[in-house]
C-alpha cells in the first residue's frame, strides 16, 4: 500500500471552467522528497491541495477517482486528524508569521500553545527544533524584523515543531536570494532526514537535482512524466517529444553533457530557450 496515492483523479473547481486535474494517477512513498514541476496554472498547487484534504473539504467542486492516505479515502478523513499529519509552508514568509509574537522562539512555540501542549514540553520541542535548525542565534529576536529568509527558516521550524509527517512545501525560496535559499533548503534537508515525506514545489532545477528523490512532471492538469531525479533530469529524449519545458530538458541534457551543475542558468529569463 502506498502511504498517499492518487488513482484516476480529475478535479473541476466550483468557479471557472473545465476540469483541472484529469486523470492523475500518482503513488507516493513514505519518507522520500517529491519535486512537483510545471508550468504555472499546470495544476502543481491543487495537487497539494487534494494531499492537504482542502479538496474536497473546503473546496467542493466536482472530484472524481480515488484519493487515499494511508489506504483510506480522503472523504473519510477528519480535517483534524489531517492537519495533524501535514505540514503546509507558504511561498511568501511574510505571511507564515503570525505576527503576534514577541521572539522567535514564541513564534515557534506558538502552534504548540494553541495545542494546549503543557509549557515544560513545550520549551522542550522548541529548543531542540531551534538547536536542530541552528536557529539560536534569533530565538530572541522580533518575528517582525527578520529578513526574507530567516522568516522562512522560521516558518520551517513553527511546521517542524508540531512534528508532521508529511510537509507540502510549495516554492519556499521563489522571493528569497541565493545565499537564504541554501540556509532555507539545508533545513528542508533536515526534515528529510528526519524520514518526513516532501512534496516539494520547487522551480530552480540545481535545487531539485541536489535534494529531490523522484520528479512529477504536471502539465494542463496532467502528470506527463515521473521518474527518479536523475533520469528525468538527464533526459533529453523529451525535448524531441515537445513534452517537457525547454529549461528543464535542457538544463538536464547540459547538466549530463558538462557535469557542472552550479553553471547552469537557473531562472526562466537566464534559461535557453528552443
Ligand atoms: P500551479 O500551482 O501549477 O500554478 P494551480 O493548481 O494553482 O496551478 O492552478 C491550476 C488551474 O486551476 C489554473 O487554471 C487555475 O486558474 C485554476 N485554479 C486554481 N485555484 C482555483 C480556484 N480556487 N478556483 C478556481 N480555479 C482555480
Redesign the pocket.
Known sequence: MSYIEMKGISYK????DGK?LKDVNLSLEKGKVYALI??????????C?LIRGFIPHF?KGDLDGEMLIEGKDIREWEMGDLAQKMGYIFQNPFTQISGTKDTVFEEIAFGLENLRVEVPVIKERVTEIIKLFGLEPLQNKDPQQLSGGQRQRVSLASVMVMDPEILIIDEPTSQLDPQATEEVFKIINIMKQKGKTIIL?EHKIELIAEYADWVIL?ED?KVVMEGKTKDILSDIKTVNHGVMLPQYALLGYEMRKTGRLNEIPITESEAITV
Open positions: 473547481y466550483p468557479v471557472g483541472v510545471g508550468a504555472n496554472g499546470s495544476g502543481k498547487t491543487t495537487i491541495n473546496f514545489v504536471v492538469g
